[in-house]
């Protein structure tokens, strides 16, 4: 990966996707194998005043271990501090920045009522938390290639060259041809278009 052009990618994370300003937390969400990306776009919200940027991992390779071996009542039960973390969200309103790379098969092996009761009775502690952030906070999901996305995309690729195809199918999707500076203009402009559009 080209570091420059995972800055201009990150910049435009920060920029023209989540709108970080001066001031503002940031909680930033991502698989393990995003630390560059991670990176750079931590640098690029602190560049942009953010008060402080807190980041929170996921591994798929071990959330699949959780649910072959641990019992779903424990893997639904929200700790105290999880909660809290939830419920000071409330009080902050902090950015959420999303980096999606994971395995689209992560769990496919899981029978689907497990994870539904996991995912129900985790529901009926944080989704009081979820409801009040609605509406009222800045968030965004950008995507982020990584070798079992990649292959699932481009088959036929060694892992490879399949990550760079991958990278350069997302960066096309977001307009990032040239700088950074070039690409937020064209999100600036096609925001004014949407925006016109809604008030027509």
Same mark, same amino acid.
Request: charge should be negative; glycine fraction near 4%; hydrophobic fraction near 45%.
């Given at each position: 990966?080209?570091?420059?052009?995972?800055? =201009?990618?990150?910049?435009?994370? +920060?920029?023209?996707?989540?709108?970080? !300003?001066?001031?503002?937390?940031?909680?930033?969400?991502?698989?393990?194998?995003?630390? &560059?990306?991670?990176?750079?776009?931590?640098?690029?919200?602190?560049?942009?005043?953010?008060?402080?940027?807190?980041?929170?991992?996921?591994?798929?390779?071990?959330? #699949?271990? =959780?649910?072959?071996?641990?019992? +779903?009542?424990?893997?639904?039960?929200? &700790?105290?501090?999880? @909660?809290?973390?939830?419920?000071?969200?409330?009080?902050?309103?902090?950015?959420?920045? $999303?980096?999606?790379? @994971?395995? %689209?098969?992560?769990?496919?092996?899981?029978?689907?009522?497990?994870?539904?009761? +996991?995912? !129900?009775?985790?529901?009926?502690? #944080?989704?009081?938390?979820?409801?009040? #952030? =609605?509406?009222?906070? !800045?968030?965004?999901?950008?995507?982020?290639?990584? %070798?079992?996305?990649?292959?699932?995309? $481009? &088959?036929?690729?060694?892992?490879?060259?399949?990550?760079?195809? #991958?990278?350069?199918?997302? $960066?096309?999707?977001?307009?990032?041809?040239?700088?950074?500076?070039?690409?937020?203009?064209?999100?600036?402009?096609?925001?004014?278009?949407?925006?016109?559009?809604?008030?027509?």
């Amino acid at each position: 990966m080209n570091e420059q052009k995972l800055r =201009d990618y990150a910049h435009l994370i +920060v920029h023209a996707g989540a709108n970080v !300003q001066p001031g503002q937390r940031v909680r930033l969400q991502a698989e393990v194998d995003q630390a &560059p990306l991670v990176a750079a776009v931590t640098e690029a919200c602190y560049r942009a005043g953010a008060a402080y940027v807190e980041r929170i991992w996921s591994c798929s390779d071990a959330t #699949l271990l =959780d649910y072959q071996y641990a019992a +779903v009542e424990t893997l639904g039960e929200v &700790p105290h501090w999880e @909660e809290e973390r939830a419920r000071q969200m409330t009080v902050d309103y902090p950015v959420r920045i $999303f980096i999606e790379s @994971e395995d %689209p098969d992560a769990l496919a092996s899981v029978p689907a009522d497990r994870l539904a009761a +996991v995912g !129900q009775m985790r529901a009926r502690v #944080l989704k009081k938390y979820r409801d009040a #952030l =609605d509406g009222k906070h !800045q968030w965004l999901i950008v995507a982020a290639a990584s %070798p079992k996305w990649a292959k699932k995309v $481009f &088959p036929t690729d060694d892992e490879a060259t399949a990550v760079e195809k #991958l990278w350069d199918a997302i $960066f096309d999707c977001v307009y990032l041809h040239g700088s950074a500076a070039e690409t937020e203009s064209v999100w600036a402009a096609h925001t004014a278009r949407m925006a016109a559009k809604a008030d027509w």
